[in-house]
């Protein structure tokens, strides 16, 4: 689907790390049906000096409909940056876009 092709790229250039429809990074997503999109989290220290890196945000999942695309959010601190994505996805791609928080809770990335 070169949609989709375009749809990865588009993401990627928003900042998004693009997963499968479970939130596995470097798992392809699934053609002609999911996006998922993760987004890096920032690195933790403990007693200042250890750090390490938190799993990344499992922010939304994007299904691709034949007539239009639904945006399953993950968390609803993330509810703002949805609507301004599904608003940029009907701009950029001409599909009536919908999204709907799934879990109020953030989720992250199955490794």
Known sequence: MKNQEKLENFLKRKGFVVANYLGIAGSPPEKNSAVGLLRET?????????????????????????DYWAVDVNGK???????????????????????????ELPAFEIS
């Open 42 to 66: 920032e690195m933790k220290k403990y007693l200042g000096f250890i750090k390490w890196k938190r799993r990344r945000e499992f922010v939304a999942t994007i299904w691709l409909e034949d």
């Open 77 to 103: 601190g993330n509810l703002e940056m949805a609507r301004g994505l599904a608003e940029d996805l009907m701009r950029e791609f001409g599909f009536q876009t919908y999204f709907r928080l799934v879990t």
